[in-house]
């Protein structure tokens, strides 16, 4: 078979992906269910109950109502359009393996907690039909780990979206030895209608941008703990040397300290001889104190009024 052949047939199946299922209704979930929609695709969120299925939505309309204020300010019916063409693809459900009975895709963004991601894909393996196709939107886990409980690791990939899915253009496309030719090419081919930049990693630790971003917050931070310079200096010297549109403590506190913290502990127990990867003594302390960053109201800085 001609490579052009090959290449026009991968673009052919690329194009089935019409149905998507969204597990998880959180902040990234949401956000890829409404990008998703957006761009024309059926999806479903699942949640666990009602309430989060509805609250789920209800972001989701918000969100949509700030883009459509946005990018129709002179036009409000055709805002109002997008709004309502874009709902109308979206539905949410928490009976998760009849949702996932029908579906092309399945994205999960649930907690990043190994042993509850293997008994969401045992679960759901058995009732999704064979060619439907399952990623992960997991930060810092080996996707072939995640997928290893499946019988479909030729079609099990990693989809690692960034926060605010609506704004950040990026998608990492995470291939793992056994992801198949033909699930990664309709992997890239869905992120590219999602209107992303879409870039291929191997299933290495954090990927490419948490690879890089991770061990410079906790280096930041091992600065702070030797009493180089205060946070807000590195914060600076960071913005105003480097170009850096935040410094390590600013992004900390956005990212979430139990965040950091839980991906460079997962990464220190799978890989002890690193140093990159030892969990900074402060950084603990904080996540212990409840003192989490912007979502706590305090981290590294205060942003209590």
């Not at 509805?54 to 883009?67: D, H, N, P, T």
């Not at 990939?157 to 998608?171: A, E, S, T, Y």
């Not at 291939?175 to 081919?189: A, F, H, N, V």
């Not at 869905?190 to 290495?204: A, E, N």
Request: hydrophobic residues 40%.
């Amino acid at each position: 078979m001609s490579v052009l052949r090959v290449f026009t047939r991968n673009m052919a199946t690329a194009a089935k992906i019409n149905n998507v299922v969204v597990i998880g209704g959180g902040l990234m979930g949401s956000g890829i269910a409404q990008v998703a929609a957006a761009t024309g695709h059926n999806v479903t969120i699942v949640e666990m109950n009602d309430q989060l299925v509805g609250k789920a939505l209800g972001g989701i309309k918000k969100s949509l109502e700030r883009v459509a204020k946005k990018q129709f300010k002179d036009d409000a019916a055709k805002g109002q359009q997008y709004v309502d063409g874009t709902l109308s693809k979206l539905k949410g459900s928490t009976k998760l393996e009849e949702a996932v009975a029908s579906t092309d895709l399945v994205v999960e963004a649930i907690v990043e907690k190994m042993n509850i991601k293997h008994e969401l894909f045992s679960k759901i393996d058995a009732a999704a039909p064979a060619s439907t196709i399952f990623t992960s939107n997991t930060s810092s886990l080996s996707i072939a780990e995640i997928g290893a409980v499946t019988k479909r690791q030729d079609r099990f990939g990693g989809l690692h979206f960034f926060n605010p899915v609506p704004m950040m253009k990026l998608l990492e496309v995470i291939r793992t030895e056994k992801t198949s030719e033909e699930t990664y090419q309709q992997l890239m081919e869905f992120g590219k209608k999602l209107g992303k930049t879409c870039i291929t990693c191997k299933d290495t630790p954090g990927f490419v941008v948490n690879r890089l971003l991770v061990p410079y917050m906790a280096e930041a931070i091992r600065l702070l703990e030797r009493g180089d310079a205060s946070a807000r200096d590195i914060d600076i010297a960071m913005k105003l040397g480097a170009g850096y549109p935040m410094g390590p403590f600013e992004l900390s506190d956005y990212v979430g300290l139990d965040t950091t913290n839980n991906i460079i502990h997962g990464w220190h127990e799978k890989f002890p001889e690193n140093p990159l990867f030892n969990p900074p003594k402060m950084l603990e302390k904080l996540v212990s104190e409840g003192k989490l960053g912007v979502k706590s109201g305090e981290g590294f800085y205060s942003y209590k009024k």
